[in-house]
């Protein structure tokens, strides 16, 4: 199979996975840096360590290298409009914060989302080279949650949760 149809059919399975949506953030003096992310994860909780995935090359990962620290910020049901302008090329960069996604800093001074559903303060422990993507990797230096509803990302669209109907199980098969 030759590589652009691999790379294709990888795109059409990973459309398959559900996963939540966020938004990595970061400063570089003056500069600060937004995108939609949804390659993220909680690493450990003991130290309390993350990990993120974004394009190896982008400035915003530059950025993170360089100021060693960012914020990620889960969205709720309803930051449709946040999720897609921050998916945007080109629309992740301003100068001083941004004026239509409100903001804040927290410990590192790295940006957190003003209404997120979740949202993680780190310092950069690791840049790990996955492809045409870095895997940062951060602990967790302040952190926040509020009750609600996730915003979704399945098969190339944005979803939400139709009624809140949780499932219990006894054991990992269930």
């Known amino acids: 199979m030759s590589r652009p149809r691999q790379s294709d059919a990888l795109r059409a399975?990973?459309?398959?996975?559900?996963?939540?949506?966020?938004?990595?953030?970061?400063?570089?003096?003056?500069?600060?840096f937004a995108k939609t992310?949804?390659?993220?994860?909680?690493?450990?909780?003991?130290?309390p360590l993350i990990s993120v995935a974004v394009a190896a090359h982008?400035?915003?990962?530059?950025?993170?290298?360089?100021?060693g620290r960012y914020a990620v910020s889960?969205?709720?049901a309803g930051q449709q409009a946040v999720g897609r302008r921050f998916a945007t090329p080109g629309a992740g960069?301003?100068?001083?914060?941004?004026?239509?996604?409100?903001m804040h800093a927290e410990v590192t001074g790295a940006p957190v989302l003003d209404h997120c559903l979740a949202w993680f303060d780190c310092r950069l422990q690791a840049a790990l080279p996955g492809g045409d993507h870095a895997l940062l990797i951060g602990e967790v230096l302040a952190v926040d949650g509020s009750p609600g509803a996730p915003l979704l990302y399945h098969d190339g669209q944005y979803?939400?949760?139709a009624a809140d109907h949780?499932?219990?199980?006894?054991?990992?098969?269930?």
Do not use: I
């Open 13 to 32: 399975a990973a459309r398959h996975w559900t996963t939540g949506v966020a938004v990595l953030t970061a400063r570089d003096g003056d500069e600060v």
């Open 37 to 47: 992310v949804s390659s993220f994860t909680t690493l450990s909780l003991d130290p």
């Open 58 to 67: 982008s400035p915003l990962a530059a950025a993170v290298r360089k100021e």
């Open 74 to 76: 889960v969205l709720a």
């Open 93 to 102: 960069r301003a100068l001083g914060m941004f004026t239509t996604v409100p």
């Open 159 to 161: 979803r939400e949760l």
């Open 166 to 174: 949780a499932m219990t199980s006894t054991g990992a098969n269930a």
